[in-house]
């Protein structure tokens, strides 16, 4: 697909259009190196998760928004205003995909997949910041040497997740960047867009798959 994408945009004879997919080609491999080493690393932190799911799910969001401006002929502000939609957009996207992994594998991945491979994501960081939980402390050990957790303690990250408010931490993060989305697009675009691009944005953090 993505061979397919620089074929595409070769077509297109805009450099800018080039470039964009470019950027995407090295930060998406990026994000994936990124979570590879802060696993074995055990440096898990809100921060570095937001940078690992930039790299791997929003810039995606924001390459697409890059050349639709381009290829429309918008002018530099669209350009940084869109930008930052596919940003909030694509950082939206991915909190909600990971709130499925705590919960059944009838809307969305099996539950607790993830940790699985070694991903903590935004409801275990925050209750792993922030509770005192003492059931939380060998995870705590085992995550800080770069040790995958067995599925007991897996299923305990992930109900204490739930109970002590790690979902809706994570709900609040996405309301949070779903408004900056919206505040990002232009004041003076078409109703028709704006509505469509709200409803957008909206379906991203409603969907239940």
Same mark, same amino acid.
């Given at each position: 697909?993505?061979? #397919? @994408?620089? !074929?595409?945009?070769?077509?297109?004879?805009?450099?800018?259009?080039?470039?964009? =997919?470019?950027?995407?080609?090295?930060?998406?491999?990026?994000?994936?190196? #990124?979570?590879?080493?802060?696993?074995?690393?055990?440096?898990?932190? &809100?921060?570095?998760?937001?940078?690992?799911?930039?790299?791997?799910?929003?810039?995606?969001?924001?390459?697409?928004? @890059?050349?639709?401006?381009?290829?429309?002929?918008?002018?530099?502000? %669209?350009? *940084?205003?869109?930008?930052?939609?596919?940003?909030?957009?694509?950082?939206?996207?991915? #909190?909600?995909?990971?709130?499925?992994?705590?919960?059944?594998? /009838?809307?969305?991945?099996?539950?607790?997949?993830? #940790?699985? *491979?070694?991903?903590?994501?935004?409801?275990?960081?925050?209750? +792993?910041?922030?509770?005192? !939980?003492?059931?939380?402390?060998?995870?705590?050990?085992?995550?800080?040497?770069? =040790? %995958?957790? /067995?599925?007991? &303690?897996?299923?305990?990250? =992930? *109900?204490?997740?739930?109970?002590?408010?790690?979902? &809706? %931490?994570?709900?609040?993060?996405?309301?949070?960047?779903?408004?900056?989305?919206?505040?990002?697009?232009? *004041?003076?675009? $078409?109703?028709?867009?704006? $509505?469509? +691009?709200?409803?957008? =944005?909206?379906?991203?953090?409603?969907?239940?798959?």
């Amino acid at each position: 697909m993505f061979s #397919m @994408a620089l !074929n595409c945009t070769a077509k297109t004879g805009d450099i800018r259009v080039i470039d964009a =997919i470019s950027v995407m080609g090295r930060d998406l491999p990026n994000g994936e190196v #990124m979570q590879v080493e802060l696993q074995q690393n055990g440096t898990y932190s &809100e921060d570095n998760y937001l940078k690992v799911i930039y790299y791997k799910t929003a810039s995606l969001f924001v390459c697409c928004a @890059a050349c639709a401006v381009y290829t429309a002929g918008g002018n530099d502000e %669209y350009i *940084e205003k869109f930008c930052n939609y596919g940003k909030y957009a694509g950082l939206c996207f991915q #909190m909600k995909d990971d709130i499925f992994d705590y919960y059944s594998n /009838d809307i969305g991945k099996p539950t607790g997949s993830d #940790m699985r *491979e070694g991903k903590i994501t935004l409801p275990a960081l925050y209750v +792993l910041r922030t509770s005192s !939980n003492t059931l939380l402390e060998p995870i705590r050990e085992k995550l800080s040497n770069g =040790i %995958y957790l /067995d599925e007991k &303690e897996i299923e305990t990250l =992930i *109900e204490i997740s739930k109970s002590e408010g790690g979902v &809706e %931490y994570t709900t609040r993060q996405i309301n949070h960047y779903r408004n900056l989305a919206i505040e990002s697009i232009p *004041e003076d675009i $078409n109703d028709e867009y704006r $509505n469509a +691009l709200i409803a957008y =944005i909206d379906y991203v953090i409603s969907r239940e798959k």
